[in-house]
């Protein structure tokens, strides 16, 4: 086997984000009429998509996706890679290519020539900086296992999936092969569990793929708390331990943890003034997996992914407005 | 005649801004190339939109277009009215109308059904937080006299147009007959002078129109000395003064003057942190005409202007992030 050429492969939903500022009312008054959930993540379709955008503030757009807002945080370190996800071939889907490629990622995907346009995410952001996310998936749905590159992933050290892949049969094949793939090359799988309410819709599939499929597992307190159904976050990471080589839990303001075979490593919060949680547990994950690719140890890469995941609750917007390579001093230096 | 219904109609090129961080190095190898001039507005085709495009770090997008700017900042003060501006039936449309909307502004002007997209500025946001606007107009262009609905402007008491409209031969005809219809109504002109590049290529229009045809005139320091070919601000100042009811003169962080017949009001910058200046300009126009449509007295006016510019250079984009309605408090008590 010959080193890998990549650093890693991100696989996810390539959703443009539409960020809007919001008030404690609309999503109480959402919430009673459409069920939206203060933040978390909920799938719409075209038409609810058009009519909720049509109540939003101005907004801001942005390229976002988890995997993807990933793969750019991950970039902006200085690490190489591709990413793999679906626009459509309009206007939302040449900001998307156009971001990916900027930050220095490959992104081949084939854009959809015909059918839904470029998926996009409506996040109602609310005076306290937390984010409320209502998807339309519209081309990203369409990704499928031809469109994964066997060649790519064979030749990249991690591939990462976001749990949102389950949402869609076709992109669970897409993220099975791919899975399959890294494995077949003897490289590590990474997932996200994405979303408590998506660990919900698959606790049965993700607590298979935790035990016997991936390597390395992202997951915030209230996602890993629903994947085993357990009354507490130190119930949950006892249970997870030894399921996987390596579980890195946030715990927002409560800093991380890091499980590594019977190892629990602390790290704490950085102070932060928050102004959008988007893009929190993305960029964590990307400090966290650049370090992990740069051979550096555990607690070193949880400072990368805590630094990075500080940076980006600053400011509107799930990707990072520095070059995160900066950070890998002060990272080293803690 | 009857009281006007609307505070204000704002006329102006209709673009979605692409915002992205640039390195000072980059604007200088564009210097050399292509003659782009830090700091400033130049305007550029779609071959050389999707060239600029392609070398650009990711970016946000956010609607923009000058007058576009200061009619969603004065909407945001409370101040109702409409906008007229031309975008295209496409994505980036979608996103322009949406946003004026969302703000509250009537944004009515029929999209362009076939040809050019809708029209976006590529702005290069440098560490220092200057601005160097590149604009493909696209659709904008398209702005017609059959664009300009009499009854509006005829029920405003303020129609606010901004210079760049005289760079296309069918937009300066829409400029022109908004105006006559304002005056024909009794209702106040006011012009934005939008670049001193702008100045230059339309001196002896802006002279005539300064002198015979607008009643509240805005330009920033370089503007102001660009028009009157002078050598200080101070000549500059003094040749305008008289010329039109009021001129509100910018000058960065040596604060504003607003001159009125033989008065001259400094009104001090307040302190701030720049992170972008797209939309200072703007949004000072914004605050002013608030507070002169709500009768404010000119410090007061020029107060609002100040607090909102300070807002909108503090983040990336030129529209508030904030609800200027809070910051009339804090002017009158200035």
């Given at each position: 086997m010959s080193d890998p050429t990549y650093d890693m492969v991100a696989i996810g939903n390539a959703l443009v984000d539409v960020l809007a500022h919001s008030s404690e009312e609309f999503i109480a008054d959402q919430d009673e009429k459409n069920g939206m959930k203060k933040g978390t993540m909920c799938l719409i379709d075209e038409t609810r998509a058009v009519e909720l955008y049509a109540e939003m503030e101005a907004g801001i757009e942005m390229s976002g996706g988890s995997a993807g807002n990933t793969m750019a945080g991950f970039a902006s370190f200085g690490g190489n890679g591709a990413y793999i996800g679906k626009v459509a071939d309009d206007q939302l889907g040449e900001v998307y290519r156009h971001d990916m490629k900027a930050q220095g990622v490959i992104h081949?995907?084939?854009?959809?020539?015909?059918?839904?346009?470029t998926g996009r995410c409506l996040v109602l952001v609310t005076p306290d900086g937390q984010r409320t996310m209502n998807t339309f998936l519209g081309a990203s749905?369409?990704?499928?296992?031809?469109?994964?590159d066997a060649d790519l992933i064979g030749s990249a050290k991690i591939t990462y999936l976001e749990g949102?892949?389950?949402?869609?049969e076709q992109a669970k094949e897409a993220f099975k092969k791919a899975a399959q793939l890294a494995h077949d090359a003897g490289h590590r799988v990474a997932l996200t569990l994405s979303d408590p309410f998506c660990v919900d819709r698959h606790r049965a599939d993700f607590l298979d793929l935790v035990e016997h499929h991936v390597d390395i597992l992202f997951a915030n307190e209230d996602e890993i708390i629903s994947l085993y159904e357990a009354e507490t976050f130190e119930q949950a990471a006892k249970l997870v331990a030894g399921k996987c080589e390596i579980a890195a839990i946030t715990r927002s303001e409560k800093g991380s943890v890091i499980i590594s075979g019977d190892e629990f490593i602390e790290i704490p919060a950085q102070q932060a003034e928050v102004?959008?949680?988007?893009g929190a547990g993305d960029q964590y994950a990307a400090g966290f997996l650049y370090g992990f690719t740069q051979g550096m140890d555990l607690r070193t890469c949880g400072t990368l992914g805590t630094l990075a995941a500080t940076e980006v609750i600053g400011h509107m917007g799930p990707r990072p407005e520095i070059k995160y390579a900066d950070l890998i001093e002060k990272a080293q230096a803690a």
């Open positions: 081949d995907t084939t854009p959809l020539a015909v059918g839904a346009p749905v369409e990704l499928g296992t031809v469109d994964i949102y892949l389950y949402d869609r102004v959008d949680t988007t």
